[in-house]
């Protein structure tokens, strides 16, 4: 195993190299996922590993986290013993007709492992009945941030490569290098801003705009209600503090009008959105698992490579690798109400080894 440098991340990324899964011990493991947590993004090259070995190391970083737009939004809406990836019992729970087809196209997105366990597809692939088969099924991604108008979104990602990764490239910038580039004004001025969300179609995906029940899937898993509010300046779990800098979703800032928000919106992107910051991976292989940061660190797809491209996406929490549970948010106000969403989340979809703040 070697660790090294990932250059034009700015002072983060690391590359760990040839990891066979068979092998390491959960304590080498678990270090690799501390070294992530300095790091923001982690990519791991030439990994031997299986998809059953995929989920159930990630599940050592922490729970799998849902968020309140997706499992956990229709079990409050129907009911705690309601499992929004098994439709079939829509008529008992008076499901709406939005709902059903959301999740009735959910269903063609998840893999069985040999092990039983689930994963999120992330392909072009489709069925011989035209349903695809992942998510983000095509074409280039622009920057995004996932869950990004919620505050109790997961704050790490991890993508491993399955097939026809070749040729594909995977992006990420991040944001702590920037926000702490700018005057200590400005910085103050950052510190108290926050972001109102809304839903534009294409913001991610062109798809978006041709296929309605891809928009809508969007639509749910990024921004289901106009108008929330999540601040701007964030503390991500490895305590590093930086811009939760949503794009994809960003409409406004609280307070300010259309033309300063976005004259503010602009000042920011010329100066992020550089070489200095970004790093576009280009895959070479498919046995690449790449772990990045969702809180202050931004992803895209700039390469779709082959119409078949496949991989595999787990959401996660961090907890296993804390001392204690993370407070992302220094408002005082937010942070509250992100304790008592916190806890809802978590006592509605029993989710277990959870560090409550």
């Not at 108008?149 to 990420?172: D, H, K, Q, R, Y």
Request: proline letters at 4%.
């Amino acid at each position: 195993m070697k660790i090294s440098k990932i250059p034009g991340l700015g002072s983060f990324g690391h590359f760990v190299d040839d990891v066979n899964f068979n092998r390491i011990t959960e304590e080498e493991w678990l270090e690799i996922g501390k070294l992530h947590l300095q790091g923001l993004v982690t990519i791991l090259r030439n990994a031997t590993i299986t998809k059953d070995q995929f989920y159930e190391r990630i599940k050592q970083f922490g729970p799998f986290k849902g968020t309140r737009n997706s499992r956990a939004y229709f079990q409050a809406k129907y009911g705690s013993d309601f499992d929004a990836l098994i439709p079939g019992h829509f008529e008992k729970y008076n499901v709406s007709i939005e709902d059903r087809r959301y999740m009735e196209r959910r269903k063609y997105l998840i893999e069985e492992t040999q092990n039983g366990h689930h994963l999120t597809r992330v392909s072009g692939m489709q069925d011989k009945d035209g349903n695809d088969l992942g998510v983000f099924s095509s074409g280039e991604l622009l920057w995004h941030s996932n869950e990004s108008s919620e505050l109790t979104f997961a704050p790490g990602v991890a993508l491993l490569g399955g097939s026809n990764m070749t040729g594909s490239t995977t992006g990420f910038v991040q944001t702590v290098d920037y926000y702490e580039s700018v005057s200590e004004s400005f910085r103050s001025e950052l510190d108290e801003m926050i972001i109102v969300h809304k839903y534009k179609p294409g913001g991610i995906n062109e798809k978006e705009v041709l296929d309605p029940d891809f928009g809508m899937n969007i639509k749910m898993e990024f921004c289901y209600d106009d108008g929330a509010e999540v601040p701007l300046v964030i503390t991500s779990p490895g305590g590093h503090r930086g811009l939760h800098y949503t794009v994809n979703t960003a409409d406004s800032i609280k307070g300010l009008t259309p033309q300063e928000s976005d004259r503010i919106f602009k000042a920011i992107n010329d100066e992020l959105f550089t070489d200095k910051y970004i790093y576009d991976h280009k895959y070479e292989t498919d046995n690449v698992l790449s772990l990045f940061d969702n809180s202050i660190t931004l992803h895209r797809r700039k390469d779709p490579g082959h119409p078949d491209r496949c991989a595999y996406r787990i959401q996660y929490d961090y907890s296993n690798l804390l001392q204690g549970p993370w407070y992302p948010y220094h408002q005082p106000e937010v942070a509250e109400k992100y304790k008592l969403q916190t806890h809802e989340l978590i006592n509605l979809l029993k989710i277990k080894n959870f560090k409550l703040p």
